[in-house]
C-alpha cells in the first residue's frame, strides 16, 4: 500500500474518533485492533496500550463466554455495554477492509450521557469507517 492510501485510512480513523466524542456525554474514544489488543488511534484516552490491551481482553472474555452458553457455540456481538460506578463503557467490533477485526471503544459520563442517543450514533460511525 502507497503513503497516499496509508495516509487517506489514518484521516478517516482521526475523523471517526473526533466525531465519536461529539457525542453528548463521551469522555474519550480509541480505536483497539482486536487481534493484537494495540490501540490504532485514540483520543483522549490516558493510556491508549493499557487501555487498548484491556478493552481488548474483555471484548474476548465476553464472546468466549457467551458462546460457551450457547447452544451452537457461535456468536456475533454486536455491542457490549459496561456501564461502571464512574463510565458507560460501550465496545463496538467492526470489520474493515484492510485493518481486520477492529474495536470502538467509547467512554461516557453517566451523568451527561443518553446511552441510547451515544449507542445509535457509534452505529453511525462505525459504519462510515468501514465504509472508507
Not at 480509541?30 to 471484548?59: C, N, Q, R, W
Not at 463496538?92 to 470502538?104: S, Y
Amino acid at each position: 500500500m502507497d503513503d497516499t492510501a496509508r495516509e487517506l485510512r489514518v484521516i478517516g480513523i482521526e475523523e471517526c474518533l473526533s466525531e465519536a466524542m461529539t457525542i453528548p456525554g463521551a469522555l474519550d474514544a480509541i480505536l483497539v485492533d482486536h487481534t493484537s489488543g494495540m490501540a490504532v488511534a485514540a483520543e483522549g484516552v490516558p493510556y491508549p496500550e493499557g487501555s487498548a490491551a484491556g478493552l481488548s481482553e474483555a471484548f474476548r472474555a465476553t464472546l468466549d463466554g457467551l458462546a460457551l452458553s450457547t447452544p451452537d457455540g457461535t456468536i456475533r456481538i454486536e455491542d457490549v455495554i459496561i456501564t461502571t460506578d464512574r463510565a458507560y463503557h460501550l465496545i463496538k467490533p467492526m470489520e474493515t477492509m484492510f485493518d481486520g477485526p477492529l474495536l470502538i471503544c467509547l467512554r461516557l459520563d453517566p451523568d451527561r450521557a443518553n446511552l441510547a442517543l451515544a449507542l445509535r450514533r457509534l452505529q453511525a460511525i462505525s459504519h462510515r469507517l468501514i465504509a472508507s
